[in-house]
């Protein structure tokens, strides 16, 4: 009876290994993920899609091809902005997203093959609730497969919370949003932060600290929360909220962790039904700068 009891762990234990998920070998078999976070993948022994070439960081494409040995994930956003992927494995790999989930319509809209010790990471703007297709492959033929992980990341942390403003669909929860583009890197100096939606064609500034207010839940301020104080810094001068909405502030990267939040003019009030101050403020986003 004990030799069979240990048997039959062993069957389970084994079976649930086998159904690991790590991605599927083909666009019609990807393995739905959902969320940031780290998912694990292995294109060891897959075939290939047959995708065209990925151009590498230095603008060449592969000499004997890209997306070998294939690996699909359908994932959907849970977050709307600038999200980053990267495939993390010993290999020399590529990663890929396409504009939808559909493998017959869906086009690849953006690709990464770094060469010269760099990451293949790309970023690409979602929307919440949308689903994209993500494949990573090996350089070459063969050559280049592995287990490993795709992480899904933001730029920066997002805290505090954006109360509803003019544009807030009634019963809805949340006001402007922060997200950012470009990157942390000082040597780069790239970074672009957004926010919104807010009513368009209104004025907005951004400002940071180094202090979070409230422990990061912030205090009320007008029509929406402070969430970002200590030594604080505005940018000057005010910015305007473009057609969709959005205020757009490029930065300058220094070496510091920031804590950056929209203050902008709400002359309509929360849910458009009016207001008592006439501003509003997104949610924060804390951001560590490196070199």
């Given amino acids: 009876m004990p030799n069979r009891l240990l048997s039959l762990f062993a069957f389970v234990v084994l079976c649930s290994g086998a159904s690991a998920q790590t991605g599927g070998d083909d666009c019609s078999l990807a393995e739905p993920i959902a969320g940031l976070g780290s998912f694990p993948f292995n294109n060891i022994g897959n075939t290939d899609s047959g995708l065209a070439f990925c151009p590498d960081s230095a603008g060449v494409s592969g000499a004997t091809g890209d997306f070998w040995q294939d690996v699909w994930f359908e994932w959907t956003a849970d977050v709307t902005g600038e999200v980053i992927f990267a495939q993390n494995s010993v290999m020399d790999g590529v990663i890929g997203i396409f504009d939808g989930a559909d493998c017959v319509t869906s086009m690849l809209a953006a690709c990464a093959d770094c060469v010269g010790g760099c990451a293949d990471t790309l970023t690409y703007p979602v929307s919440a609730g949308s689903s994209y297709l993500i494949v990573i492959g090996g350089w070459q033929d063969g050559g280049s497969q592995a287990a490993g992980t795709l992480d899904i990341a933001t730029l920066g942390q997002a805290y505090c919370t954006s109360a ?128």
């Fill in 164 to 291: 509803p403003n003019d544009v807030t669909p009634m019963g809805g929860t949340e006001g402007a949003l922060m997200w950012a583009s470009g990157s942390a890197s000082v040597a780069k100096n790239d970074l672009i932060l957004y926010g919104g939606p807010i009513a368009v064609n209104q004025p907005g500034i951004l400002y940071h600290g180094n202090n979070q207010v409230n422990g990061g839940a912030g205090l009320p301020f007008g029509d929406g929360m402070r969430c970002v104080g200590g030594l604080t810094v505005r940018y000057f001068p005010p910015i305007f909220s473009d057609a969709a909405g959005t205020l757009i502030q490029v930065i300058d990267n220094t070496m510091a962790t920031l804590n950056f939040q929209f203050w902008y003019r709400s002359p309509f009030g929360p849910f458009g039904q009016g207001g008592q101050s006439g501003f509003n403020l997104s949610n924060a986003l804390t951001i560590t700068f490196t070199p």
